[in-house]
């Protein structure tokens, strides 16, 4: 069994089995490689059925010489699942990262806007140009519906459903899921997919794509991060955020005026109750605030005892 054909079976499981997007088989396929690359550089050529455990961890002692913790934790990850493909495939008895322990992280929650926040990185976007508004219309949509950026730079006309109140959602996983929309961002969305987008002639393959570039091309990721770092810079905001801290606010703000988990779960389109758990922060004094009204201790509920 030899590296290259290993890598591209398990991509395929990856994609067949598992339907990972590609963003996610390629973040495997780049810890294999870097293994690959590390066997190699001490000549070292044993094979994906043969390497062990001391193997893995001279790799690993290598590579954190020059990444973090949390890629550390990452990459040690990585490994494991392509060496559980091998178990469960029977090319192995054993998985040789079983002994190897993943560094402890502490898990940094992002910034969160409040709502004025988000109202004046709007308020301070340049609309005499069709870019500026249609950056207004991408802050609104994240925000609106809580949109991961890879979500929004992918969401299609076909997928506007304003008559029923739904965007249609390809998320992780290749899975779809319907979002509600917020009447104000469906009016937003109108007025620039008839104003804005109908004067753009789309390159080929992006006929369907909501949000285009001068050129006709769909945005990229690092363009949506461009816009709203400058619009920071521009409303003075010392905040560090990204398209995640819009979608982390939307969760914050529908929990923290009673939504209930499970249903900011299914508005995100995380598989796991936890991962919403971790996502959604809420701050200290909003606890004492809860604490404080619904306590049987707290002063209002004595007096009504009274």
Known sequence: MIWKSTLYDYSNFLKLERGLSKNSISSYQRDIKKLVLFLESTNNNVSP?????????????NASKSINSRSQARLISGLRSFFD????????KDNPTDLIESPNITRKLPDT?????????IAAIDLSNP??????TIIETIYSCGLRVSELINLQLSDLFFDEGYIRVLGKGNKYRFVPIHITTILRLNFYTREIRSRITPKENEEDIVFL???????????IFIILKELA?????????GPHTLRHS??????????????????LGHESITTTEIYVHLDTSYLQEVVDMHHPRSSLNLKEEE
């Open 49 to 61: 059925t043969h390497i062990n455990s001391e193997n893995i961890q001279q790799f690993i002692y």
């Open 85 to 92: 493909y091998l178990v469960f495939e029977d090319y192995r």
């Open 113 to 121: 806007l409040e709502k004025e926040e988000v109202d004046n990185l």
């Open 131 to 136: 870019q500026g508004e249609r950056n207004k």
């Open 213 to 223: 570039n001068r050129r006709g091309k769909r945005l990229t990721r690092q363009m």
């Open 233 to 241: 810079i521009k409303t003075n905001l010392k905040k560090s955020i």
């Open 250 to 267: 939307f969760a914050t703000y529908l929990l923290k005026n009673g939504a209930d988990l499970r249903v900011i779960q299914q508005l």
